[in-house]
């Protein structure tokens, strides 16, 4: 019988790869340690070197998720143009993009308990997404597109309505081409809702030029501020 190696170069790593891929084609109740040290080639004790068990795994993969979203919404300011609506557009669009490539990280990021020990890096990680959209909405008022106020208070509704479209599109009520058509309206709701009073903005069929804000509710059911 073959003996299985107690190392595997960056294991850890190995197993957080591995473990994603599995809950993205069978979810998370088929995530097992012993399987994945099977699949890995290493002793079935190997993994508790990292991860105490299967919720501490969970946790990581969890914290994985956010910190790849940062660096997907991060990337995509870095790229808007300085006008408001470029930067609202291109974080909708990064937030969806991910969130339909990554639907069963989504899911477990948001809607599955986590173990109070690692939900202080959980929640913030969550708070440095919110931190993000509050910085777009500071900088809109800055730029009078944006109504004066409390940038918390006028980017909750606003980004959270993202974030219900985002859900809509992972569960499969909508279609590809819906969620395609569908985000520039969005983007049009998301803008109305930040434009002072009087202001009018552009139309979703106006084009990509001003179509080209969000804190889901944290780990553990609790709300995250924007």
């Known amino acids: 019988m073959q003996t299985r190696r107690y190392h595997h170069g960056d294991l850890r790593a190995a197993l957080l790869t591995r473990a994603e891929q599995t809950l993205r084609d069978k979810g998370p109740g088929a995530l097992s340690l012993r399987e994945l040290a099977r699949d890995l080639g290493v002793s079935h004790a190997a993994p508790s070197r990292h991860f105490k068990d299967k919720q501490a795994l969970l946790d990581a993969l969890a914290l994985v998720g956010f910190e790849r979203m940062d660096a997907a919404l991060t990337a995509s ?53 919110g931190a993000m959209a509050v910085d777009v909405v ?24 993202l974030h219900g479209f985002a859900s809509f599109a992972t569960s499969g009520v909508l279609t590809p081409e819906e969620v395609e058509s569908g985000l520039a309206g969005v983007i049009a709701y998301m803008l109305r809702g930040c434009a002072p009073d009087g202001r009018t903005v552009p139309s979703p069929d106006a084009g990509p030029s001003g179509f080209e804000c969000f804190n889901p509710r944290p780990p553990g059911g609790t709300s995250h501020p924007v």
């Open 77 to 129: 300011q870095a790229a808007a143009g300085a006008p408001f609506a470029d930067r609202v557009g291109a974080l909708a669009r990064a937030y969806v993009d991910f969130a339909t490539a990554n639907a069963a990280l989504l899911d477990l990021m948001y809607t599955v308990k986590h173990d109070p020990e690692a939900s202080e890096a959980l929640i913030a990680a969550g708070q440095r997404l």
């Open 138 to 161: 500071a900088e809109g008022q800055r730029s009078g597109d944006v109504r004066q106020g409390p940038a918390v208070q006028i980017g909750m509704p606003v980004f959270t309505t």
